[in-house]
């Protein structure tokens, strides 16, 4: 079954601080995955879409990294501001003839003053 | 701007009634989806399209329906089959199948409650 496990469930930072998110996955055969910010009561934005061949991509102060050998990837925020708190959500698709994306649950993070 | 127009944005359904949700983008894309957003959950995919006047399930359509008769609308209808409605539902768009690694766009959601 595809699946897509996201830590931590919820993170508090302060202000300025850097933070890593995780993401596994067990998706195959596996497409691209993609990390979407989420703020509450709106819809996802894409911030990074990686395919099998790439390990990193940048979007600004979010870096993602993908390591296809061990089904891992990680979005790292740097010198955070109070405009990242939002939920963070990891997406793996599927490589087949289908529009098939398995979403993971999400990261919950508040940066606080 | 252009961009996908969810409405209303809040919705109560009453015991027994049917509801439509609106979807309505104008990116000038070809395929649309529908998801649902539980607290706590991954979005579940409920139907997608890839063409006007062709639709397929996703994970989980019973109780549910949507049509395609134009390219700029996608609108979904929660019947009174669907017996746990209340949730956050998430309509999105992108230039064609995702396997060409194309971003999804989203709109901002209709939350949906029973009355």
């Known amino acids: 079954k595809n699946q897509v496990e996201q830590s931590p469930q919820s993170l508090i930072i302060l202000e300025g601080k850097n933070c890593t998110l995780q993401?596994?996955?067990?998706?195959?055969?596996?497409?691209?995955l993609r990390w979407y910010k989420q703020d509450t009561g709106r819809g996802p934005v894409s911030l990074t879409i990686?395919?099998?061949?790439?390990n990193t991509k940048s979007n600004g102060r979010y870096t993602a990294t993908l390591d296809a050998d061990t089904k891992q990837s990680s979005l790292h925020i740097t010198a955070s501001q109070l405009s990242d708190s939002a939920s963070y959500i990891c997406?793996?698709?599927?490589?087949?003839?289908?529009?098939?994306?398995?979403f993971g649950g999400g990261t919950r993070l508040m940066v606080k003053p | 701007d252009g961009g996908i127009t969810q409405s209303p944005k809040y919705l109560f359904r009453k015991e027994g009634q049917n509801v439509t949700l609106s979807c309505e983008q104008n990116?000038?894309?070809?395929?649309m989806y529908w998801y649902r957003q539980d607290p706590g959950q991954g979005l579940r995919l409920i139907y997608y399209?890839?063409?006007?006047?062709?639709?397929q399930k996703g994970d989980i359509a019973e109780g549910y329906s949507v049509s395609r008769e134009k390219k700029e609308s996608f609108p979904l209808t929660v019947t009174s089959a669907q017996k746990n409605p209340t949730a956050f539902y998430l309509c999105?768009?992108?230039?064609?199948?995702?396997?060409?690694?194309?971003?999804?766009?989203f709109g901002d959601g209709t939350r949906l409650s029973i009355l």
């Open positions: 997406v793996v698709s599927v490589d087949n003839a289908g529009n098939m994306l398995t």
């Open positions: 990686m395919t099998f061949s790439e």
């Open positions: 990116l000038n894309h070809d395929a």
């Open positions: 399209s890839q063409i006007v006047n062709d639709f």
């Open positions: 999105a768009s992108s230039i064609r199948q995702l396997r060409h690694n194309q971003p999804q766009h």
């Open positions: 993401c596994n996955y067990t998706v195959s055969p596996f497409s691209n």
